[in-house]
């Protein structure tokens, strides 16, 4: 009777299964509202269990509502429980598109080289924190983040971009995504217009447009933001804020001249708003010093946005901004309503990475590692494909931009090349209004070997030959 097969010397005790067991046949209409169901006696006696666990199992279902028990009258299943049916596996796996092959060459953007990160220091920072980290700061710090990180932060401005910030103005995030989102609260921008760089980072832009953010693009040539395109009109004409990449922009990898960021300056200050300055992987350049951060031109009107997930690891979920004092208030309380702070241990495992200038050096590394490598990818495009293409922006980064004179790289290519193992983004991808950039093509080479971009170049050369265009 009932059909229950119990699983005796598994994890899930006898009750629990029995619980699941009947609750299943009700949801799915194989008991029926109002169907009676054996008493604890008799299940106990089919099942070979204790009436006690019985007892447990229909304890379970009545305090959840599945079942009706009355004094003298046999229990019975309760109405309104049955469910949709559920799409069989089957079913499932007919609707679902075919797997895509396996990957032959990857250039997606934005990704470090896991490999050369040294992991063993990392987790004996780790534990050394949580051992030294006093008790008190094992329940809740504050929204403002560990005071050792926020000192060692400025001091890492200080020496690696000349931003001489304020340990007072550095708030740490769970990532520059849950800045975004608290930012856009912060400025009170729904249904108020994002002034924003087109191309720009898709994450970003559904962050802001997931807060109710009217967007506007703004387009970019090959020193950035085309600021002679900014809106006019008097102060509070409806714009919130201006979000840039004026360091190395994404993802045309233009840097921003110093006459647009006057410009984008004078601009916030007669329309009242801020500049949301996202500097996301301006720490490797190869030509040079860092881009001075926008934030140096006017500290009061830039809200500068910082990370380590390129620095570091993505799942490392820690950046950070340097907020003008005038919002501080505000931060703490939309903060501590969002999740309080985030965790105090790889905080200060990270503060422990930034005073010792294991980071400094790391990244000395990684940025003599990362050029040879677009040194490589060059040579190879190069080699592959002659003088039919031209590379985008400054030397730095993670990812090339690249424009091929004449084709139109568009979603159904980006597939059929997916389709063929070489996984790319085109520009178009990144675009809100779409045609100015549909000849171009972005690689990422960070985490890839030298065999790796090789390969990757000379198999996407033949799939392109493929297409039917002579390169």
Request: hydrophobic residues 40%.
């Amino acid at each position: 009777m009932l059909g229950i097969r119990l699983q005796r010397h598994g994890e899930t005790t006898l009750a629990r299964q029995i619980y699941q067991r009947l609750r299943e046949q009700m949801t799915e209409g194989r008991l029926r509202p109002g169907e009676a169901l054996p008493s604890t006696r008799e299940l106990s006696r089919q099942l070979a269990i204790s009436r006690n666990t019985a007892c447990e199992a229909y304890e379970m279902l009545q305090v959840e509502g599945f079942i009706e028990s009355r004094p003298g009258a046999p229990t019975r299943v309760a109405d309104g429980l049955l469910l949709d049916k559920p799409v069989s596996t089957v079913e499932r796996s007919e609707q679902a598109t075919c797997p895509a092959p396996p990957l032959l060459v990857d250039f997606r953007t934005g990704q470090p080289d896991l490999r050369r990160f040294p992991v063993h220091l990392w987790l004996q920072l780790m534990r050394q924190a949580a051992e030294a980290l006093p008790r008190e700061q094992w329940g809740y710090t504050g929204p403002e983040g560990l005071p050792g990180l926020r000192q060692e932060i400025a001091a890492w401005l200080g020496r690696s971009r000349g931003l001489g910030a304020d340990p007072q103005n550095i708030f740490i995030t769970a990532g520059a995504t849950q800045a975004l989102h608290l930012i856009a609260d912060l400025l009170s921008v729904e249904g108020r217009e994002i002034l924003v760089e087109d191309p720009c980072h898709n994450g970003m832009l559904h962050v802001l447009q997931a807060r109710g953010c009217q967007i506007r693009p703004l387009p970019v040539d090959e020193q950035g933001l085309q600021t002679e395109r900014l809106p006019g009109g008097g102060v509070g004409a409806g714009a919130g804020a201006v979000y840039v990449t004026p360091s190395h922009q994404f993802p045309l990898g233009g840097i921003l001249p110093a006459s647009r960021r006057a410009a984008l300056v004078r601009h916030a200050r007669e329309q009242d708003l801020y500049l949301l300055e996202d500097d996301y992987d301006s720490e490797f350049r190869y030509s040079g010093a860092p881009v001075a951060p926008l934030c140096l031109m006017d500290a009061q009107r830039v809200i500068y946005i910082g990370t380590f997930s390129k620095i570091l690891f993505p799942a490392l979920r820690i950046g950070y901004v340097v907020l003008p004092p005038q919002l501080h208030e505000q931060w703490r309380r939309l903060r501590t309503h969002a999740d309080v702070q985030n965790p105090p241990f790889e905080q200060a495992a990270l503060a422990e990475y930034l005073r010792t200038r294991k980071l400094d050096r790391h990244v000395q590394r990684m940025r003599r590692l990362y050029g040879q490598r677009r040194q490589l990818l060059l040579q190879a495009l190069a080699e592959n494909f002659g003088r039919a293409w031209r590379p985008w922006g400054d030397a730095a980064g993670l990812h090339l931009a690249l424009e091929f004179p004449g084709w139109n790289f568009d979603r159904s290519f980006a597939e059929s090349a997916r389709e063929q193992g070489i996984r790319l983004a085109p520009v178009e991808y990144y675009s809100i209004r779409k045609g100015s950039h549909a000849d171009k093509l972005l690689l990422g080479y960070g985490h890839l070997e030298a065999e790796e971009i090789r390969e990757g170049i000379r198999l996407l050369h033949g799939f392109m030959q493929e297409k039917g265009h002579k390169v």
